[in-house]
């Protein structure tokens, strides 16, 4: 069954912790992408990476890490520096550019 | 400054009312339009595709429309079922592929 994978579905982060969202694809996608989305707001942009072993910083990375070492995962992982983590995660992934991005089904991180 | 701004902001509506979504935008060299309809606590599920002004596309229900400064989409005669949000974003000349996504328009559809 191809798409894109989140896992895992709600999460919960202590202070001063750091923890790691997972995005798998099957979709032989080049492009991933990690957004964050807030009620009431727009979907902004954390990290892209359009190839294996190279990403970028969006809108809002500070406070966050990203690797891109298997074409299939991109997690992203959400440090102890970012101050408000709580919200929506979002990963998509395209196969080429001016193309429509497709989405997994996001992760709900919370504060403890 | 590249924008995307969508109104109304949320939409009720009795079934069997049509109506229009709107989403205007301020951005350089328009690479695409896309909508998507977003269930709660769900990622947002593609819908429609726009390049150029005077393209339109349709699904269902569900009619898409571009001009050079907004989209419009159009519901006929909506279901309950249509009750999601949807959301608008562009690609533009130099972004390298990335999007700029609107707020979205919450719409609910009463039986």
């Known amino acids: 069954d191809g798409g894109i994978t989140q896992s895992p579905k709600y999460l919960f982060r202590k202070e001063g912790q750091n923890v790691t969202l997972s995005c798998e694809q099957n979709?032989?996608?080049?492009?991933m992408y990690w957004y964050r989305q807030d009620p009431g707001q727009g979907l902004r942009l954390i990290y892209y990476s359009q190839i294996v072993n190279d990403f970028q910083k969006g809108d809002i990375a500070e406070g966050y890490s990203v690797s891109r070492e298997k074409k299939e995962s991109f997690p992203l992982t959400v440090t102890s520096a970012q101050k408000n983590p709580t919200a929506f995660y979002l990963c998509a992934t395209t196969d080429r550019v001016n193309q429509p991005q497709h989405f997994g089904d996001g992760t709900r991180l919370s504060i403890l | 400054e590249d924008q995307v701004t969508q109104s109304p902001e949320a939409l009720r509506l009795q079934e069997g009312e049509s109506s229009s979504l709107n989403c205007s935008y301020t951005v350089s060299g328009l690479r695409g339009l896309f909508w998507y309809r977003q269930d709660p606590g769900k990622g947002p599920e593609f819908l429609f595709t726009?390049?150029?002004a005077g393209e339109e596309k349709e699904k269902e229900r569900l009619k898409a429309t571009l001009t050079k400064k907004e989209s419009f989409l159009h519901i006929t005669a909506p279901k309950p079922e249509d009750s999601a949000t949807y959301l608008c974003a562009l690609g533009y000349g130099g972004s390298q592929g990335n999007l700029i996504f609107g707020k979205g328009t919450k719409l609910s559809v009463k039986p």
């Open positions: 726009l390049y150029s």
């Open positions: 979709l032989n996608h080049d492009a």
